[in-house]
């Protein structure tokens, strides 16, 4: 898949891009990032690409004409196709693993990344087929959500994980759930131990440890995500039994 980045600070993307387990996947070109470093296409002599709001107000506006620009750059060097056009903005629907894992098996798009006020809706109306947002909250741009659905997608393609099972028993993983807690060495650590049934050697009993410990935080974190698995038929009789015994 390819993923072209329109972007105004092009080199925060580089050392993401060559660190970690999912350098794997963009050294390969199985995710294929190529930056398109918004002030390239600006104008005049200093290369500007924003301006003021119309009606007045604060911060400035990324113009519509530099974009045009930038966006039929990447389009050219496609050879012509017109792929998906994905705004990261507030407005936009929460990125989560459902929509991960549908962007991570298809062809990839133009991520977007927005700065200062806005973007002339203009364009915004012309071009973008996606909005995206990480949360609740409001960021300086859209570089950050950018890097994290790169990120989200990248580990997702096939080989790029040591273990091909690691992200089906991650948080939102195959069942839906949130993941189980872990524990490594030493046994003791300030007088906490590690629970006994991941040192008895029982793998079925650790599944079921591990199971129980994921249905309990989920129950307690986000119930939600219980009702999802419920309606989607992936609880089973022994896991409605053990929500069943919860005090929560």
Known sequence: MRWDVITLFPELFGP??????????????????????????GEGAYKRVDDRPFGGGPGMVLLAEPLERALGAARADRGGEAPALIHFTPTGR?????????????????????????????FLDRHVTQELSLGDFVLSGGELPALALLDAVARLQPGVLGDEQSHQQDSFGDDGLLDCPHYSRPEVLDGQTVPPVLLSGHHAQIQRW??????????????????????????????????AGLQL
């Not at 794997?24 to 470093?37: G, N, S």
Request: glycine fraction near 8%; hydrophobic fraction near 40%.
């Open 210 to 243: 591990r199971r129980e410990r994921s249905l309990e935080l989920t129950a307690r974190r986000r119930p939600d995500l219980i009702a999802a698995a419920r309606a989607a038929g992936r609880l089973s009789k022994a896991d409605e039994a053990h929500l």
């Open 94 to 122: 929460r990125i989560d693993q459902t929509l991960v894992r549908e962007l991570a098996a298809g062809p990839g798009g133009v991520l977007l990344c927005g700065r200062y006020e806005g973007i002339d809706q203009r």
């Open 16 to 41: 993401f891009l060559t660190q970690g387990v999912t350098r794997r996947a963009f050294e390969t070109k199985q995710v294929d990032v190529r930056l398109w470093p918004l002030r390239d296409f």
